[in-house]
């Protein structure tokens, strides 16, 4: 498994009987997890004394309860810096678990010594983003949210990157790719991070285990001939890494060449000394 454990503002605690108890800086945060199927003695003191607290409801979704909690406040990743607010559906704006694949591709990107190119679909709140740039990358953000890139376009400025090569798109990532195709673009590094459902601008839907592999094929078609690394994620319940593995070989190694790889990755739990599985990656390297 790939963790993420060089966090120092952000800490998951505790996780029991459906739920996880987070540090996200000064502030704690509990939040349902459906990995959590354990239900261990909650004895760590932050269950009891949480900032905001995000309840399921029977009919779907949930709300909020807080408790001296912030409308705003931002946490530190290495040098980037991440604004944070709760919304919708329990999530602050980052996943944390992702900053074990930030390192990964930050370090190719350094150590490739010359210019790189790197394409982020689905791009979220700029996470990915932000690392790749710091990294010396020149970075295409695209998200079909443009909530999502604004906020995207704020932690890019909090992180002293405002005036970074990142070229901000909002658009739908399938139709941005088939564009970039018929144009002849290439880029050195992409990565994917694909919704397990979805809807598009006329109401089209996306399925992560039906769209992934005629969309993987298409977008390898955006590698260049000196690309570093493909990164593809996935959050879907029932797409093992070996099934990542697999889709990246057919896709893209087997007709390139290069390593490919795949895990679960995961966050460690200061009060068990264990591991929460977060989703699952899959990685393609030139070399």
Known sequence: MWIANNWNDYEVLDASDGEKLERWGDFLLIRPDPQVIWNTPRQNPGWKRS????????????????????????????????????????????????????????????????????LNLFAYTGGATLAAAKAGAAVTHVDASKGMVTWAKENAAVSDLSDAPIRWLVDDCMKFVEREIRRGSKYDGIIMDPPSYGRGPKGEIWKMEEGIFPFLERAAQLLSDNALFFLLNSYTTGLQPAVLHYLLSVCIAGRRGGHTEAQEIGLPVTESGLTLPCGAAGRWTRC
Request: glycine share 8%; aromatic share 20%; proline share 6%.
């Open 51 to 118: 900032n905001g607290h995000y309840y399921r409801s029977t009919k779907g979704g949930g709300e909020w309860e807080f408790s001296g909690l912030p409308q705003e406040w931002s946490i530190r990743y290495r040098d980037l810096t991440f604004r944070l607010k709760p919304f919708s559906f329990k999530h602050t704006g980052l996943f944390p678990e992702q900053a074990v694949n930030w390192d990964w591709f930050s370090e190719l990107i350094r150590e490739a010594d010359r210019p790189v190119k790197v």
